[in-house]
């Protein structure tokens, strides 16, 4: 069983940081892509950030200059630094991964249990 686990969210300031963490456990092959989803609510799930296997890294408009992905591909994790926060960065915060379990299959999306970002004064 594939499993991602989120940790780092939380309440912070408008302008202040927070920095995500999302540790992939399981009897994988190796991790492709790894990324950050946000859902706001009544809002569709959209793509924040990506880095590949190989480091490309992707973001939204929306983020870009503010936010950081990274991955440790050592220990399965991948991090979201955001700094410069908005209160319309607001959003129950996903991790993603591809996984790819074995020859036999192709690779597998799968997804965290979520952790909340709340930006306010």
């Known amino acids: 069983q594939v499993r991602l686990v989120e940790s780092g969210g939380g309440l912070v300031q408008p302008g202040g940081s927070l920095r995500l963490s999302c540790v992939a456990s399981?009897?994988?092959?190796?991790?492709?892509?790894m990324g950050w989803y946000r859902q706001a609510p009544g809002k569709q799930r959209d793509m924040v950030a990506s880095?590949?296997?190989?480091?490309?890294?992707n973001y939204a408009d929306s983020v870009k200059g503010r936010f950081t992905v990274s991955r440790d591909s050592a220990k399965n994790t991948v991090y979201l630094q955001m700094n410069s926060l908005k209160p319309e960065d607001t959003a129950v915060y996903y991790c993603?991964?591809?996984?790819?379990?074995?020859?036999?299959?192709?690779?597998?999306?799968?997804w965290g249990q979520g952790t909340q970002v709340t930006v306010s004064a």
């Open positions: 399981g009897p994988f092959r190796v991790i492709y892509d």
């Open positions: 993603n991964a591809n996984v790819d379990l074995s020859a036999f299959v192709p690779p597998t999306d799968y």
């Open positions: 880095i590949s296997w190989g480091g490309r890294t």
